[in-house]
C-alpha cells in the first residue's frame, strides 16, 4: 500500500507531535503497522520502481528482426530507408503482426534513441575569434519588395555585431564582407567561425578536414587569420552569430524598412548595431561597447592594402568585341576582338585587363543585359559607317544635346557629306581619348565653331593645357603673410614706377596692326536669320562688313577652314 502525501503527513502529526502510537493509528485510520512505521521513519514521497521491464508479448518476438532491418537501412539510399510505418505495413503483411501501430512506433523510437548530447560552457579570450555567417529579409527598395541578404559578424568575446545588407550572397559579396568587416574592426582577429558555405568550402571531408575555394585561401594568407568551420548542421557551435541573425531579422528588419537604396539601408543596419554597443553583458557587468574598445587593442594591424574582393577569369574577346559575366555582355575596345583578356567582377564594377592594363571599365547590369561603350566601336565606323544608324552600341547611345546639335549642324550645310564629316569627328577618339572628344565638341557647340578644325584645335589646347601653380613668393619676403596680417605699402611704390613707364612704352607703339582676318557665319539651322550670299546675289552689302555675334577669338584660325570663307579685303564687325 503506498501512503499520500497528505497521509504521510498526518500520520507523523499523529505519532510525534501528538504522541499517539502506531497501534491506535492502525486501529482508527486502518493503516497496516508497516505504512505507520515507513511514514514516520522516512517524510519524503515514496517512488515507484520497476524491479523488473514489462512483458511485450507482441513486440518481443519480432524485436530481433525489426533490429536487422534497422541495421541494413544504414547501408542504404536516406530515401528508401525504412520508416516506421512502413516497418509496420511488412511486420502485417509479411509476418500477421496482430499489434497496434503504436506499439510498433514505441519499439523503433527505442531502438534509435540516441543519448542525449552534452554541451559544454566556452569562455572566448578577447580578439580571439568573430563568428560569421548568413541571414535573408525582405524590404522594400525603392517601392519594391526585394529580398536582401545580410551579412553577419559577431565578436565572441566582446558580443559587438556588424551587419552589411547586399543584394546577393555570391563570392563577391563575400569578399567585399570581409574586406569592411576588417575595416569596421580595425585589426584582424586570431580566428573566423564559419558554416560549410560554398563560398568557402568545396568539399567537407570526414572530421575537420576541408577543401577550401581559391579565393577564400587567397583572402586568408591576405589577412593571416585562422578559419574554423563547423560540423555539419551543427550551428550550435557559432551561437553567437546565429543570435545576431535572428536579431537582425527580428529587431532591425522589423517592421520592414522601407528604403530608396541599398545604402540607406546599410545606414539603417549600422545606427543598429551601433545603438547594440550599449548593451550590457550580464557576465561581465559591462557593456559591449567597452568590451571591444578591450578587444580592439588585441587585433593584429591591417595590411598596408585592402584585399581586392573579386573574382577573376581568364576569357576570350567574341567577334562582337564583348565578354561574357554571369549571362550578361560587356564590350571592350574592337582592337581587342578575339584576344585573351582577364575579367576582373567586382561589386558595383566590371574591369576588363589585358597585358596589365585595364582597357574597359563597366558599371555592373543585370543578368541578361548588354553594356556596350560607344567609344569601343568608334573605330569601326571607318570602314562601316552605317552601324552611325544601326548599330547597337550608337542606336542605344544617349547622345549629348551637344552632340545631337554638332550632327544636325553639319548634316544641314553640308547635307550628304555632313554625316561622313560627323564620322570624321568622331574618329578623332582614335588619337585622343574620348572624354577629350566630347568635350571639345561641348565648347565647339558653346561658340557655334561646327567644323572639324575647330575641334582639333580645342582638343590641342585641352593637351597643352596645363594646371595653375601657386606663386612662388619665397624671394619677396615682404610679399609673404604676416602674422598680425597687415604689412606696409612702400613694397608697392617700385610696381608704380614701372607701370607708368609700361603705358609709356604703349604709346610710342604704332596701333595700326593691319586689318583682321574675317570670315562669314555659315549657315545655322538654329539661325535662319542669316541669308547665304547666292540667295541675293544683287543686294549690296556696305563696307563689306560681316557680323560675327558669340565668335570667340579661339576659333578664329579654325573658322578660316569653315565654310565661305570671306576675302582678305572684308571686315569683321564682333558685336
Given at each position: 500500500m503506498?501512503?499520500?502525501?497528505?497521509?504521510?503527513?498526518?500520520?507523523?502529526?499523529?505519532?510525534?507531535?501528538?504522541?499517539?502510537?502506531?497501534?491506535?493509528?492502525n486501529?482508527?485510520?486502518?493503516?497496516?503497522?508497516?505504512?505507520?512505521?515507513?511514514?514516520?521513519?522516512?517524510?519524503?514521497?515514496?517512488s515507484?520502481?520497476?524491479?523488473?521491464?514489462?512483458?511485450?508479448?507482441?513486440?518481443d518476438?519480432?524485436l530481433?528482426?525489426?533490429?536487422?532491418?534497422?541495421?541494413?537501412?544504414?547501408?542504404?539510399?536516406r530515401?528508401?530507408?525504412?520508416?516506421?510505418?512502413?516497418?509496420?505495413?511488412?511486420?502485417?503483411?509479411?509476418?500477421?503482426?496482430?499489434?497496434?501501430?503504436?506499439?510498433?512506433?514505441?519499439?523503433?523510437?527505442?531502438?534509435?534513441?540516441?543519448?542525449?548530447?552534452?554541451?559544454?560552457?566556452?569562455?572566448?579570450?578577447p580578439?580571439?575569434?568573430v563568428?560569421?555567417?548568413?541571414?535573408?529579409?525582405?524590404?522594400?527598395?525603392?517601392?519594391?519588395?526585394?529580398?536582401?541578404?545580410?551579412?553577419?559578424a559577431r565578436?565572441?568575446?566582446?558580443?559587438?555585431?556588424?551587419?552589411?545588407?547586399?543584394?546577393?550572397?555570391?563570392?563577391?559579396?563575400?569578399?567585399?564582407?570581409h574586406?569592411w568587416?576588417?575595416?569596421?574592426?580595425?585589426?584582424?582577429?586570431?580566428k573566423?567561425?564559419y558554416?560549410?558555405?560554398?563560398?568557402?568550402?568545396?568539399?567537407?571531408?570526414t572530421?575537420?578536414k576541408?577543401?577550401?575555394?581559391?579565393?577564400?585561401?587567397?583572402?586568408?594568407?591576405?589577412?593571416?587569420?585562422?578559419?574554423?568551420?563547423?560540423?555539419v548542421?551543427s550551428?550550435?557551435?557559432?551561437?553567437?552569430v546565429?543570435?545576431?541573425?535572428?536579431?537582425?531579422?527580428?529587431t532591425?528588419?522589423?517592421?520592414?524598412?522601407?528604403?530608396?537604396?541599398?545604402?540607406a539601408?546599410?545606414?539603417?543596419?549600422?545606427?543598429w548595431?551601433?545603438r547594440?554597443?550599449?548593451?550590457?553583458?550580464?557576465d561581465?557587468?559591462?557593456s559591449?561597447?567597452?568590451?571591444?574598445?578591450?578587444?580592439?587593442?588585441?587585433?593584429?594591424?591591417l595590411?598596408?592594402?585592402?584585399?581586392?574582393?573579386?573574382t577573376?577569369?581568364?576569357?576570350r574577346?567574341?567577334?562582337?568585341?564583348?565578354?561574357?559575366?554571369q549571362?550578361?555582355?560587356?564590350?571592350?575596345?574592337?582592337?581587342?576582338?578575339?584576344?585573351?583578356?582577364?575579367?576582373?567582377a567586382?561589386?558595383?564594377?566590371?574591369?576588363?585587363?589585358?597585358e596589365d592594363?585595364?582597357?574597359?571599365?563597366?558599371?555592373?547590369?543585370?543578368?541578361?543585359?548588354?553594356?556596350?561603350?560607344?567609344?569601343?566601336?568608334?573605330?569601326?565606323?571607318?570602314?562601316?559607317?552605317?552601324?552611325?544608324?544601326?548599330?547597337?552600341?550608337?542606336?542605344?547611345?544617349a547622345?549629348?544635346?551637344?552632340?545631337?546639335?554638332?550632327?544636325?549642324?553639319?548634316?544641314?550645310?553640308?547635307?550628304g557629306?555632313?554625316?561622313?564629316?560627323?564620322?570624321?569627328?568622331?574618329?578623332?577618339?582614335?588619337r585622343?581619348?574620348?572624354?577629350?572628344?566630347?568635350?571639345?565638341?561641348?565648347?565647339?557647340?558653346?561658340?557655334?565653331?561646327?567644323?572639324?578644325?575647330?575641334?582639333?584645335l580645342?582638343?590641342?589646347?585641352?593637351?597643352t593645357?596645363?594646371?595653375n601653380?601657386?606663386?612662388?613668393?619665397?624671394?619677396?619676403p615682404?610679399?609673404?603673410?604676416?602674422?598680425?596680417?597687415?604689412?606696409?605699402?612702400?613694397?608697392?611704390?617700385?610696381l608704380?614706377?614701372?607701370?607708368?613707364?609700361?603705358?609709356?612704352q604703349?604709346?610710342s607703339?604704332?596701333?595700326?596692326?593691319?586689318?583682321?582676318?574675317?570670315?562669314?557665319?555659315?549657315?545655322?539651322?538654329?539661325?535662319?536669320?542669316?541669308?547665304?550670299?547666292?540667295?541675293?546675289?544683287?543686294?549690296?552689302?556696305?563696307?563689306?562688313?560681316?557680323?560675327g555675334?558669340?565668335?570667340?577669338?579661339?576659333?578664329?584660325k579654325?573658322?578660316?577652314?569653315?565654310?565661305?570663307?570671306?576675302?582678305?579685303?572684308q571686315?569683321?564687325l564682333?558685336?
Amino acid at each position: 500500500m503506498v501512503l499520500k502525501m497528505e497521509e504521510k503527513e498526518l500520520i507523523r502529526k499523529l505519532v510525534i507531535v501528538q504522541g499517539m502510537s502506531q497501534r491506535e493509528v492502525n486501529r482508527r485510520f486502518g493503516w497496516s503497522r508497516d505504512s505507520i512505521a515507513d511514514a514516520i521513519r522516512n517524510p519524503e514521497p515514496n517512488s515507484y520502481t520497476l524491479k523488473a521491464p514489462r512483458p511485450r508479448p507482441l513486440t518481443d518476438p519480432i524485436l530481433p528482426l525489426v533490429k536487422q532491418w534497422l541495421e541494413e537501412d544504414k547501408a542504404k539510399p536516406r530515401k528508401q530507408r525504412h520508416t516506421k510505418t512502413r516497418i509496420f505495413e511488412r511486420l502485417r503483411d509479411e509476418y500477421d503482426f496482430k499489434g497496434s501501430r503504436r506499439a510498433i512506433s514505441d519499439l523503433v523510437t527505442s531502438l534509435i534513441e540516441k543519448p542525449a548530447e552534452v554541451f559544454c560552457p566556452i569562455d572566448h579570450p578577447p580578439a580571439s575569434e568573430v563568428q560569421i555567417d548568413w541571414g535573408q529579409a525582405i524590404v522594400m527598395l525603392s517601392g519594391v519588395q526585394t529580398k536582401v541578404m545580410i551579412f553577419c559578424a559577431r565578436s565572441a568575446f566582446s558580443k559587438a555585431t556588424f551587419v552589411k545588407a547586399y543584394l546577393r550572397d555570391d563570392m563577391i559579396s563575400f569578399l567585399d564582407g570581409h574586406v569592411w568587416l576588417m575595416e569596421q574592426l580595425g585589426g584582424v582577429p586570431i580566428k573566423l567561425a564559419y558554416d560549410n558555405l560554398k563560398t568557402a568550402v568545396t568539399y567537407v571531408h570526414t572530421g575537420r578536414k576541408r577543401d577550401l575555394t581559391s579565393r577564400f585561401l587567397a583572402l586568408r594568407s591576405h589577412y593571416l587569420f585562422e578559419s574554423r568551420f563547423c560540423n555539419v548542421a551543427s550551428g550550435n557551435e557559432k551561437g553567437h552569430v546565429e543570435n545576431s541573425v535572428k536579431r537582425s531579422e527580428r529587431t532591425y528588419l522589423t517592421p520592414v524598412p522601407q528604403v530608396s537604396s541599398l545604402e540607406a539601408l546599410n545606414e539603417h543596419l549600422a545606427a543598429w548595431t551601433k545603438r547594440d554597443l550599449g548593451r550590457i553583458d550580464k557576465d561581465m557587468q559591462r557593456s559591449y561597447g567597452e568590451l571591444f574598445e578591450e578587444e580592439r587593442k588585441l587585433f593584429r594591424p591591417l595590411p598596408e592594402s585592402p584585399f581586392l574582393a573579386c573574382t577573376s577569369d581568364t576569357l576570350r574577346v567574341d567577334k562582337r568585341s564583348t565578354v561574357p559575366h554571369q549571362q550578361s555582355r560587356y564590350s571592350v575596345p574592337t582592337r581587342y576582338a578575339c584576344k585573351h583578356v582577364v575579367l576582373r567582377a567586382f561589386l558595383d564594377r566590371i574591369e576588363v585587363h589585358c597585358e596589365d592594363q585595364i582597357i574597359a571599365t563597366h558599371a555592373r547590369v543585370e543578368e541578361g543585359d548588354w553594356s556596350l561603350q560607344l567609344s569601343h566601336y568608334i573605330e569601326l565606323l571607318e570602314t562601316k559607317p552605317g552601324l552611325l544608324d544601326s548599330g547597337k552600341p550608337f542606336v542605344k547611345q544617349a547622345w549629348t544635346q551637344s552632340q545631337q546639335l554638332f550632327r544636325n549642324e553639319l548634316e544641314y550645310r553640308y547635307h550628304g557629306e555632313g554625316t561622313r564629316m560627323f564620322i570624321d569627328i568622331l574618329l578623332l577618339a582614335k588619337r585622343y581619348q574620348w572624354k577629350d572628344v566630347c568635350r571639345a565638341i561641348d565648347a565647339c557647340c558653346k561658340n557655334h565653331a561646327f567644323n572639324e578644325a575647330a575641334v582639333l584645335l580645342e582638343l590641342e589646347n585641352i593637351g597643352t593645357s596645363q594646371p595653375n601653380k601657386v606663386l612662388d613668393l619665397s624671394a619677396h619676403p615682404s610679399l609673404q603673410q604676416t602674422e598680425t596680417g597687415t604689412r606696409s605699402l612702400e613694397c608697392y611704390d617700385s610696381l608704380i614706377g614701372s607701370s607708368l613707364d609700361g603705358e609709356a612704352q604703349q604709346d610710342s607703339i604704332d596701333s595700326s596692326l593691319g586689318e583682321p582676318v574675317s570670315f562669314s557665319i555659315a549657315r545655322s539651322a538654329n539661325h535662319d536669320c542669316f541669308q547665304e550670299d547666292q540667295d541675293q546675289p544683287n543686294q549690296a552689302q556696305p563696307d563689306e562688313v560681316v557680323s560675327g555675334t558669340g565668335i570667340s577669338p579661339t576659333f578664329s584660325k579654325a573658322a578660316d577652314n569653315a565654310h565661305r570663307v570671306p576675302t582678305v579685303g572684308q571686315k569683321m564687325l564682333f558685336v
